[in-house]
């Protein structure tokens, strides 16, 4: 094979090219990331005057912890449901807007819209919309007997930031899937509609199989976001609670490390948490990629 | 099988484009019709208005005798094959087969039978397992058409499926196409801009141009009598020497020359002269001729292509290639073997039908 390679005369010219980016990731990335690894082995005096090496009894404590515990499996759930909901609302949107000839591009302006809404924004919103008092959404549910109350009910307050979450999320779902069905080849869909296969038929046997790259894609990106990205959605809306109802991994990193200022298990969560992510990537690469076609 | 009936049909797009003006062809059952014509006449759209893919604007088709105007492309009983094969790229070959038949709720022995049936026609059995990525073009083509075979539909519709094959194996594969019609006895129609491909297949064809027919015809019969001069241009190659020409009388002006025409003027004034290159020959030393002048030859092995001008038009004749060159020669023709077309509609002349003089043996060919 050939490639195509640029041949730098100075040696050092390269690497000077780099630096920028480089210098970027390293202090932006590396170094706290290995601050955060060192400090979680780490306990410091309340006046951090002092710190001891303490070794894994962070990790070892918060595996015992069933706040932590808690805390996970809250996460899990609020993640799976966040990537269903918004890759399923994001597909199904692109569907809808790729059968459509002449007002396909108003539609996608409208519906990528909410991304460029600051996550804080997005949360807010929501929050009003979801206002117990005042609130548009919970005046309806009244009528089917729901009394909405995301600042008593954890589960209403998991179900909001759920909504806020994916919300942002559907734009960004459904720009690729978009992209992704209008790069089926359009004599593709003419033969399987020959071949006698019904639209829905069509987009389940033949465009969404060839949506696949996308889909797995998507998945990872969305898992990521809603492990990491989801936090100023938590914090101005439901500000973790009521009762840590809504206290996800990433969230408790900040209000065990900021609020209650423990920052050797702040660490050693904010360690877990990359830990976590990593595993998911490294097995949706290793045993979903297999599956995907094409 | 079944005929297809299409009567006036037109395509109109939005913005008021016509794309197909008012085409009308019959076709009988298991002819091979091939439609022809330049890039933008109108010969796909009005396939795919055969297959239900575009909405007929006006006029109506029929297939099997039934109105399909409005009748999804899944119902008319018909299948495609597409210029660049449309193979579903998920599936395998054996499945990119048996797709048609699942939906239509055949059973599993009758596809499988099916199935393997076209694929030894076709000769693919071996790659039923694969999926159409690992496959080479000629072997897609291959699937594309065993597609179309296991259906068992009322008529082949092809969109230019030859088109992105290689010069050689568009060759062969063209003798197969017209093998498995002939054998499976199917209405086919054709889409083509080559011309080759357009003679050698049909049993008819159709020259479109502009959306609307120039003509249609067996092979011989455009080939020797065109419709027109767009015809006349487009089939046959090289394509036919079109020049300008003065009719005084009974003789012919064309630059410099004079033709003694024996009673084939069809009219008088000035015309447009149609001669094939194969009909042009190196004039004896005692005969009428047109002085040519050579530009340059091209060596086609059993023919030689000689492109120059008598006076200020352009000629191309076949000779023979023992025929020696010479910046100067003098070349002739047979007056029966002219064709006249009006300079001002470009349709074809009558009074003058050498085709016609050819094909029906009671007429003396002079």
């Known amino acids: 094979m050939d490639t195509k390679r640029t041949t730098f005369n100075n040696r050092l010219l390269p690497y000077l090219l780099l630096a920028p980016q480089l210098a970027i990731t390293l202090v932006f990335f590396i170094w706290p990331a290995a601050q955060a690894v060192k400090s979680s082995f780490e306990r410091e005096d309340p006046f951090g005057f002092s710190t001891v090496f303490v070794g894994f009894t962070h990790y070892q404590r918060l595996l015992a912890d069933p706040n932590y515990l808690d805390s996970l499996w809250r996460t899990a759930v609020f993640a799976v449901s966040v990537t269903v909901l918004a890759m399923v609302l994001g597909l199904a949107f692109a569907a809808a807007v790729d059968r459509l000839a002449r007002s396909a591009k108003f539609y996608t302006t409208l519906l990528v819209w909410p991304y460029a809404v600051a996550p804080v924004v997005a949360g807010v919103l929501w929050w009003f919309l979801f206002n117990t008092s005042t609130g548009l959404l919970p005046y309806f549910l009244e009528r089917f007997g729901i009394r909405w109350d995301h600042d008593l009910n954890g589960t209403h307050a998991m179900i909001l930031i759920i909504v806020a979450a994916a919300w942002k999320q559907i734009s960004y779902n459904f720009l690729f899937f978009l992209a992704g069905l209008q790069s089926v080849p359009q004599s593709l869909i003419e033969a399987a509609a020959i071949d006698g296969s019904g639209p829905v038929k069509r987009f389940f046997t033949i465009s969404l199989p060839l949506l696949s790259p996308t889909t797995f894609f998507l998945f990872i990106i969305n898992v990521n976001y809603t492990m990491f990205d989801t936090f100023p959605i938590v914090d101005a809306t439901t500000g973790g609670g009521p009762a840590q109802a809504t206290t996800t991994l990433v969230y408790k990193v900040y209000q065990d490390g900021y609020v209650g200022l423990n920052l050797g298990s702040s660490s050693a969560q904010s360690v877990l948490l990359m830990l976590i992510v990593m595993l998911l990537t490294f097995v949706q690469f290793r045993f979903v990629e297999r599956r995907v076609q094409y | ?366």
Not at chain 2, 117 to 125: G, Q, V
């Open chain 2, 1 to 366: 099988m079944a005929g297809i009936h299409i009567a006036e049909v037109s395509k109109v797009y939005a913005g008021g484009v016509k794309a197909v003006n008012s085409v009308s062809i019959d076709i009988t059952d298991g002819e091979f019709i091939v439609l022809v014509g330049p890039s933008g006449c109108g010969k796909s759209t009005l396939l795919r208005m055969v297959a239900g893919l575009e909405t007929i604007s006006g006029g109506q088709v029929k297939i099997a005798d039934r109105v399909v105007n409005n009748v999804e492309p899944a119902d008319r009983d018909i299948a495609m094959v597409f210029q660049n094969y449309a193979l579903y790229p998920h599936m395998t070959v054996y499945n990119n087969l048996a797709y048609g038949l699942k939906n239509r709720g055949t059973s599993k022995a009758e596809i499988d039978a099916r199935v393997t049936e076209a694929a030894r026609m076709l000769e693919i059995t071996q790659y039923l397992d694969r999926k159409p990525r690992a496959l080479s073009g000629g072997q897609r083509q291959r699937v594309a058409m065993g597609r179309a075979i296991v259906r068992k539909p009322a008529a082949f519709l092809f969109d230019e499926p030859l088109s992105n094959l290689d010069a050689k194996l568009r060759v062969s594969m063209r003798g197969e196409i017209k093998r498995l019609q002939r054998r499976l006895g199917t209405t086919s129609i054709y889409v083509t801009h080559d011309q080759l491909e357009a003679m050698t297949l049909a049993d008819r064809l159709v020259v479109l141009n502009g959306g609307r027919i120039e003509q249609i015809g067996r092979p011989l019969e455009v080939y020797h009598a065109p419709a027109s001069t767009f015809v006349a241009s487009f089939i046959g190659s090289p394509a036919m020497n079109l020049v300008k020409g003065e009719l005084h009388g009974d003789k012919l002006a064309i630059g410099p020359a004079m033709v003694v025409l024996n009673g084939f003027a069809p009219t008088s004034g000035t015309v447009t002269v149609g001669v094939r290159a194969e009909d042009i020959r190196i004039a004896r030393a005692d005969e009428e001729a047109l002085p040519f002048r050579l530009e340059y030859a091209e060596e086609l092995g059993a023919q030689r292509l000689i492109h120059g001008t008598v006076g200020d038009q352009q000629i191309t004749a076949a000779v023979s290639p023992e025929i020696e060159l010479a910046p100067e020669m003098q070349i002739a023709f047979d007056a029966s073997r002219l064709h006249f077309f009006s300079v001002d509609t470009g349709k074809r002349l009558p009074g003058n039908l050498p085709a016609e003089a050819k094909l029906a043996p009671i007429e003396p060919v002079v």
